[in-house]
């Protein structure tokens, strides 16, 4: 029996245990003091904590470190970044994020501070992490990474003149390390948020600077997006709608907008966004302000300075039709004046445009050679390919690596690259000697990329022997073990031009085929309530980001009259069998499975407001439009509908199950237990030997073979537009948007469906898919949007038909054929088998003369 420790040492324990429970006592209220000024709240809003320990002085002469905000202290409104593809987290050992804002002349002269609001991940070590905020290539100012349990906010003076007017680049980046872990999957702990609502440039409001050279200063919202409110004073005809939704678009253009958030109603008070006044003189008599406009003798476009009760309102207006078209075109053509800022920062959220048999460098891509001392090098960049690139596997683009590795590298150290969250290659590095690379080539295929914006991660994983030990204090650990050079290549290969159909990735990365058909596209409009018109219009001014240019819908409220391609936006109740039919899914599916949802509305309140950032949405890095508004189940509906309608809900995302199997007959219990082992021998002996015979298996190839013809039949038949199109297999119970499109042999008869419950799902839905993270995740078949976190599940097609968008040619044609041919592999199979029956046919009848004859 083992005895007990001796009275000292018992009394030394209680000790130690007493003084390490005080230790996290107090740790806790530093960490709740920091939280909205000691507030136990899960909401943001309050003022920021005061700093409890400030970072050590940097060098001299090198950039200031952040002041945070005390508590209490009165805060100026911050001008927000604007949203971009990757969101605002940094993750890893090393990353940094850059975002283009616009700034007048007037907002560049005066005094400015960059306030950064993040929370960071527990594991970041403060000791050793940093986060630095860059100004136009020039470095304001850094701190420590410490903000584990609390929002933190911290400010930096940025030196006169370093702002311009137009566009200036205002890059985060952060190099972090684990507090006890040193391993290579430690480093996917390490992440910084930042908080979007209270991160931006403290400057002056634009006022009476702002101007219709300079709209690209309008202010986004706390989500980053541009809130466009269409001003309404009653309902407006299928015309009046039509200009609407087109100056919407041409605000989308000017501002050069990643994510923008349209609403009809009344006119919207704050500095954030704009209030839009579309309409002829006429029908704009009596709205308020149009007497500042004075007499309109023409076409008419003014904007309207922010009041105290109102937001900047731009009205577009003329004596009749013709002259409010004329307007629209003009405000989608409207510039900065020359030399405002960098203008290469404008598309920044659009990544570098290629379209084929180009030669990049990393330095092209906006990528510095970089020297590391961690142990994963995370390298990201985007390139936008054409939106009638055909991905396939007829090509590859070839990565050309340029840089070095340190000695003594653990053996699993090699590089990664991922084509959009896909593993493309993995090369190892030599780990014993270290190696300098000039050109080493890493192909790519051409499958992984998608039409529209691609994204590309290089990650050295670079560990060592003496990451076991994890002493991040030891001076070895600072020697760099990896170096990436900018002159890194990438070649991209000549691209198959054509359009696959179905594919929503064309959708989304081009707006085809809206802007490629031949007839006039329209926008389906069922039912057109203020809720759906606003989801049409954040859609179409998403489009014509894509398309770089507005994209001249006739709206309608017919789906199935009319002639060109069709955008159909409605809630599911509102929309015809067969037109739900015409993309492939199955009217009664969706019904059944959306019963319980169509019936819900908006909570009132503050809760059913879109766009609220909680703690846990922070650290879970979920797109901010992406919360759906509170519901509530109306009272008309009954108790049992309710209660089948929130088991709907619980039910997980997945394919539709298939059909409950037919319950087996029972097996008989195994006699195993009471047999000898001679006897088990025996009877699999037995067993064996009683196994298929020759003619069996014979059998059993040909209708193997048999089965893969008719597969390569089918196959040839999808391809050549003989067969139907198949239903969509794929049902999301928890989605609450869908997006289809229907397989067609021409543009011009092509369908785009966006469809959800009811109405007010609708718009909160379309906002969130407009997110510059969730809209680039959009491809296949059919999407599945689950709205409240922003996630898509996908459905593939099975056959797609290529329909060509470039004058036709033999070297396009030639890709088009391999394309087509890795597309559908089953008749590549069959052709290469009848290929080898003709050959084999004919060197039979020429070799059946050959040689000496036996008669």
């Known amino acids: 029996m083992r005895g007990h420790p001796p009275r000292p040492v018992r009394r030394l324990r209680r000790i130690a245990r007493a003084v390490g429970l005080c230790t996290v006592l107090l740790v806790g209220a530093a960490s709740a003091q920091t939280f909205l000024g000691g507030r136990p709240s899960d909401r943001f809003g309050g003022p920021p904590a005061p700093e409890t320990q400030r970072p050590a002085t940097p060098p001299a002469g090198g950039p200031t470190t952040g002041r945070v905000a005390e508590a209490g202290s009165s805060i100026a409104s911050a001008r927000r970044l604007p949203s971009g593809t990757r969101g605002m987290r940094l993750s890893g050992e090393v990353d940094s994020l850059q975002y283009p804002v616009f700034l007048t002349p007037g907002q560049a002269r005066g005094p400015a501070r960059m306030r950064v609001s993040y929370l960071s991940a527990i594991s970041v070590a403060p000791e050793s992490s940093a986060l630095t905020v860059t100004v136009n290539d020039e470095k304001i100012g850094w701190t420590r990474v410490q903000a584990p349990g609390a929002v933190k906010v911290v400010e930096f003076a940025i030196p006169e003149g370093r702002l311009k007017p137009g ?37 002056q409001p634009a006022g009476q600077d702002l101007d219709l050279r300079n709209l690209a200063a309008l202010e986004p919202d706390e989500s980053g997006a541009l809130p466009v409110r269409v001003l309404l004073t009653e ?69 309207l300075p922010d009041r105290s009760d109102r937001a900047p309102t731009l009205v577009v207006t003329g004596l009749g039709d013709d002259d409010v078209a004329e307007t629209i075109q003009t405000l989608a053509h409207a510039r900065p004046p020359e030399g405002s800022g960098r ?170 085929p809206f802007v490629a058909a031949g007839g006039q596209p329209r926008l389906v409009l069922p039912t057109p309530d203020r809720d759906s018109a606003g989801a049409a ?28 391609p069709a955008l159909v936006v409605a809630p599911a109740r509102a929309l015809t069998p067969a037109t739900i039919a015409s993309v492939g899914l199955d009217p009664d599916r969706i019904r059944q499975g959306w019963e319980g949802r169509a019936e819900t509305v908006a909570a009132p309140g503050p809760a059913g407001a879109e766009g609220i950032l909680t703690l846990d949405r922070l650290r879970r890095n979920v797109p901010m439009r ?161 709205a409240a976190e922003g996630t898509f599940t996908i459905d593939q097609p099975e056959g797609v038909s290529v329909i060509e968008t470039q004058p036709r040619s033999l070297s396009n044609l030639w890709l088009l054929a391999a394309a087509w041919l890795s597309l559908n592999p089953a008749i590549y199979v069959a052709l290469m088998m009848l290929v080898a029956l003709c050959l084999g046919l004919a060197t039979a009848a020429l070799v059946r003369d050959v040689g000496r004859s036996n008669r």
């Open 537 to 564: 219009a954040v859609i179409a001014a998403r489009l014509a980001i894509a398309a770089k240019r507005i994209i001249d819908f006739e709206v309608t409220s017919d789906a199935e009259g009319g002639r060109g």
């Open 626 to 786: 992406c919360a759906l508004p509170s519901a509530v189940m109306p009272l008309r509906l009954a108790d049992g509908a309710a209660e089948r309608a929130r088991e709907r809900r619980s039910v997980p995302p997945a394919t539709v199950p298939s059909p409950m199997p037919t319950a087996s007959p029972p097996v008989p219990p195994s006699d195993a237990d009471g047999a000898s082992s001679s006897d088990l021998v025996a009877k699999w002996d037995q067993r064996l030997r009683s196994g298929p015979s020759s003619l069996d298996a014979l059998a059993e190839v040909g209708n193997t073979v048999a089965d893969r013809a008719q597969q390569a039949w089918h196959a040839l038949a999808d391809g050549a537009g003989m067969a139907q199109a198949k239903s969509v297999a794929t049902f999301d119970s928890r989605a609450s948007l869908i997006v289809a499109q229907g397989a067609g042999s021409s543009l011009d008869a092509g369908v785009v469906l966006v469809t959800a419950p009811n109405a007010w799902l609708l718009k909160a839905s379309a906002s969130c898919l407009v997110d510059p993270r969730v809209w680039t995740n959009l491809f296949g078949r059919a999407a599945f949007l689950d």
């Open 235 to 303: 309902k407006p005809s299928p015309k009046r709608l039509r200009r609407m939704i087109g100056a919407v678009q041409a605000i989308a253009l000017v501002g050069r907008l990643a994510r923008p958030a349209v609403e009809f109603g009344g006119p919207m008070a704050g500095r954030a966004g704009v209030n839009l006044v579309v309409g002829t003189a006429e029908e704009l008599r009596g709205v308020e302000g149009m007497a500042e406009l004075g007499a309109i003798t023409g076409p008419k476009l003014a904007l």
């Open 167 to 203: 566009y200036n680049a205002v890059r985060l980046s952060v190099n972090q390390r684990h507090r006890v872990d040193c391993s290579v999957e430690a480093t996917y702990e390490l992440w910084t948020q930042i908080d979007p609502s209270r991160t931006g440039l403290v400057v």
């Open 343 to 512: 203008e290469d920062l404008a598309d920044l959220t659009r990544g570098h445009e290629v379209w084929g048999g180009e030669t990049l460098s990393l330095q092209d891509v906006g990528v510095a050679s970089q020297e590391f001392n961690g142990r994963l090098l995370r390298t990201r960049f985007e390139l936008r390919l054409p939106a009638d690139f055909i991905p396939a596997d007829y090509g590859k683009v070839m990565l050309h690596l340029a840089g070095a590795s340190a000695a003594g590298l653990s053996p699993e150290a090699r590089i990664i690259v991922d084509v959009n969250g896909r593993n493309a290659a993995s090369v190892p590095l030599a780990y014993a000697n270290g190696e300098l690379f000039e050109d080493s080539a890493v192909p790519l295929p051409l499958s992984l990329w998608r039409p529209g914006l691609n994204r590309i991660d290089i990650s050295a994983q670079v560990p060592t022997g003496a990451d076991r030990a994890c002493d991040t204090l030891r001076p070895g650990s600072t020697q760099a073990r990896f170096l990436i050079l900018q002159k890194t290549r990438i070649v991209i290969p000549r691209l198959a031009r054509a359009v696959r159909n179905p594919d929503l990735a064309a959708v989304k990365g081009g707006a085809i």
